[in-house]
């Protein structure tokens, strides 16, 4: 089995939002974890208030099984002072490398399929990918990596980033957002 990156979000608490470093526990815990790959977490950046955390397992049926641990038991509690909410969770099965457009400044995600019209613009990282969600066949998960947020809107507002967003909305209603993501065991605190 190849392996499977797990998308977890959730609403942020306000002790998250004044100290980012409750998250801490939880990443330390998770790197522990049998079968583990690598994380990152971030904050998105048009609600200011959902919390994402990716996590790469070996393969979707070793995150089942540690999903079944006293660690498993033992992460839920960590995260609870960071979240609000309910966490809403989909698996990729990625095509390409997913740490390096999570590894850029701000990474986009989209729920739909790619398309290359944004190749060349302005603040784009070519490393795009995506992959089948596995929880909702037929449905995608993408990442795209630019410099800032503003880079990709004025890429898509005109010209050939304009006119492939105006073909792929005509298929696709996606879901578009941005994090600015950090890996996990790089985090300063």
């Known amino acids: 089995m190849s392996p499977v990156v797990e998308f977890a979000s959730f609403p942020a608490s306000d002790a998250f939002l004044v100290d980012p470093s409750c998250i801490e ?9 049998k079968d583990f790959l690598s994380a990152f977490h971030g904050l998105q950046v048009e609600d200011k208030r959902t919390i994402y955390l990716v996590i790469e397992w070996e393969s979707i049926d070793d995150h089942m ?14 995260m609870k002072p960071c979240m609000t909410g309910p966490i809403e969770m989909v ?6 490398d997913h740490t390096k457009p999570l590894s850029c400044p ?30 909702k066949p ?7 990596g630019w410099d800032k947020v503003e880079d990709h809107k004025k890429a898509v507002s005109a010209g050939k980033g304009k006119e492939a967003v105006s073909k792929f909305t005509e298929a696709v209603d996606p879901t578009v957002v941005h994090a600015n993501f950090k890996e996990c065991k790089e985090c300063p605190w």
């Open 25 to 33: 526990p939880l990443c330390k815990a998770l790197s522990k974890a």
């Open 91 to 96: 698996h990729v099965n990625f095509i390409g």
């Open 65 to 78: 099984k540690f999903a079944s641990t006293p660690e498993f038991a033992k992460i839920q509690e960590d």
């Open 106 to 135: 701000t990474t986009e995600l989209v729920m739909g399929s790619i398309f290359n019209a944004l190749v060349g613009e302005k603040g784009f990282h070519p490393h795009a990918t995506y992959g089948e969600v596995v929880e």
């Open 138 to 144: 037929g449905t995608y998960y993408a990442t795209i």
